[in-house]
C-alpha cells in the first residue's frame, strides 16, 4: 500500500517566506553600510575646501579645463534664500528614474532641473539631510580607464543618514565635466548644471560661510529623498 506524502503546514511555507525576506533586508543593510565611497579614492580629500586653479581635470580619460575659483569673489555671488523661516520646511526630491530634482519651500515650489545621477555606482536611495556644504573641493577616483580626477567642483551638498555615513562622501554638487544631464553619468553622486548647484546651494540649508563648510550638527540640514531606479 503506498505511502501518503506528509504535507507541509501552511504556516511554515509562511514562517520560511518571512525568514527570507527578513534575510533579504539583512543583507541589503550590510551592503549599504559598507558602500564605497562615493567620489574620491581616500574620501578625505573632497570633504575639505580645496582651490586648485592650476590643475587639469580628467574625466573618461580626456583633459578638462576646470573652471578658476577666486575665493575673494565669493562674497559678490547671489544669495538665494527660502520664503519661509523653519528650516524643516525645506524639501528636495531626486527621482533617480527620470533623472530629475525639485525643491520646495514648504507648499512653494522653488526649482526644478534635470540631474544626473550614479552611472558607475549607484546613488543611494531614502531620506537624507545635508550635513555638510563646501564651496569648492578636489574629487577623484575610479581605476583604470573609469579614473577621474576633478579639482575645483563647485557648489557641493554632502547628504547622509543612519545607513548612509557622511564619510560616504555623497553629494549633490555643480558639474563642468559634461553636459550630459538626464542621464546617469556619476560615480554615486548627484550631478548638476552649475547656475542650478549655486542656486540651490545658497537657498539649502545649513547656512554656509562664504569659504567654509558647515555641518548641520544640530540636525538643521535640508532634507533630500532620492527615490527611484537610474534608467
Not at 53 to 59: L, V, W
Not at 91 to 103: C, F, G, P, S
Not at 193 to 213: F, G, V
Request: glycine share 8%; hydrophobic share 40%; proline share 6%.
Amino acid at each position: 500500500m503506498a505511502r501518503k506524502k506528509a504535507k507541509i503546514p501552511f504556516f511554515l511555507y509562511v514562517g520560511i517566506f518571512i525568514a527570507l525576506i527578513g534575510l533579504g533586508f539583512f543583507i541589503l543593510k550590510i551592503a549599504v553600510k559598507n558602500l564605497p565611497c562615493a567620489n574620491t579614492l581616500s574620501c578625505k580629500e573632497s570633504l575639505e575646501l580645496s582651490v586648485n586653479n592650476d590643475e587639469k581635470a580628467i574625466f573618461n580619460g580626456e583633459e578638462i579645463v576646470p573652471p578658476k575659483i577666486d575665493l575673494s569673489l565669493l562674497s559678490q555671488e547671489p544669495k538665494v534664500l527660502g520664503t519661509t523661516t523653519p528650516a524643516s520646511d525645506k524639501h528636495i526630491y531626486v527621482d533617480l528614474t527620470n533623472q530629475t530634482l525639485k525643491a520646495y519651500d514648504g507648499d512653494v515650489f522653488f526649482m526644478e532641473t534635470k540631474i544626473s545621477s550614479g552611472k558607475w555606482f549607484p546613488t543611494p536611495t531614502g531620506d537624507f539631510t545635508i550635513w555638510s556644504k563646501i564651496r569648492v573641493a578636489k574629487m577623484s577616483g575610479g581605476q583604470g580607464a573609469d579614473y577621474y580626477y576633478l579639482p575645483n567642483v563647485p557648489y557641493i551638498m554632502f547628504f547622509s543618514n543612519s545607513e548612509v555615513a557622511g564619510s560616504r562622501g555623497f553629494s549633490l554638487h555643480g558639474t563642468y565635466w559634461h553636459n550630459n544631464f538626464g542621464h546617469a553619468m556619476s560615480h554615486g553622486c548627484v550631478n548638476m548644471r552649475i547656475i542650478d548647484a549655486q542656486k540651490l546651494y545658497y537657498w539649502a540649508n545649513p547656512p554656509t560661510a562664504e569659504n567654509e563648510s558647515a555641518s548641520a550638527k544640530d540636525g538643521t540640514g535640508t532634507l533630500i529623498t532620492i527615490y527611484g531606479e537610474a534608467p
